[in-house]
């Protein structure tokens, strides 16, 4: 046998096992690509790390609810100049931003619970006049979901959130009945303003309602009820 096959027999193996290797490691690269780590302190069930997942992890770490007043200087403060920023981006990717929104209305984390109901209510009612409204109509069931949140402020926001979806929202009709029976007045409040937008659409809402006008303990929430309840027999 020719001495040059024998010695390039040894070679073209090496060659082999080369491309065998080079192929794994571009299947195990191609894998890495098209999936990502779940979100930090998710839930069970492994959810894709998007762009839009990413930036509303950000909010956790800006407080809850938004400074009630202006400063005083004009200036605002670095934290809300930081909410606008992350909320313009969340309203730029759409239905993108609303997914990763509701996946956040589902994290372990109350604070990031709250800012993601808290952002979904100001994008989608039209907080920042100079931007789109944010369409949160698919978002509904887990909107829906939150109204039993532990935190009474991701109870409230999510009803206000829910407001802004109007007649669509039919179906948290139910929940947001039992909302009206919660113990903090705020998210009694914000049930009555839910129902009122939905209009006729809310009509089984009505004796909770009317119970609500006459006998809840909160002057605010027999005094919400009450328009809420004209607009649901509004014909």
């Not at 407001?163 to 903090?184: F, Q, R, T, Y």
């Amino acid at each position: 046998m020719d001495q040059s096959f024998r010695h390039s027999v040894p070679t073209a193996l090496e060659r082999m096992e080369f491309v065998m290797i080079r192929i794994r490691r571009l299947i195990v690269f191609s894998i890495l690509i098209l999936s990502s780590a779940p979100i930090d302190g998710a839930s069970s069930g492994a959810v894709l790390q998007t762009k839009a997942d990413k930036l509303v992890l950000e909010l956790r770490e800006l407080p809850a609810p938004m400074p009630g007043n202006a400063p005083s200087n004009g200036i605002m403060p670095p934290t809300e100049r930081r909410r606008r920023e992350l909320y313009y981006q969340i309203v730029q990717l759409r239905d993108d931003g609303v997914k990763a929104l509701c996946r956040a209305l589902e994290n372990d984390d109350p604070r990031l619970r709250e800012n993601a109901a808290l952002a979904l209510n100001m994008l989608a009612g039209g907080y920042f006049d100079s931007w789109p409204k944010l369409d949160i109509r698919a978002g509904l069931p887990s909107l829906i979901k939150a109204l039993q949140d532990t935190d009474r402020n991701v109870r409230a926001w999510s009803a206000q959130a829910i407001a802004s979806i109007g007649p669509d929202a039919k179906l948290a009709v139910p929940a947001l009945i039992k909302l009206l029976h919660d113990p903090w007045d705020g998210a009694r409040l914000s049930s009555c303003g839910a129902i009122r937008m939905m209009g006729p659409e809310a009509e089984d809402a009505l004796p909770s309602l009317r119970e609500a006008s006459l006998n809840d303990v909160s002057a605010d929430v027999r005094r919400c009820a009450e328009p809420a309840i004209k607009y649901v027999v509004k014909k």
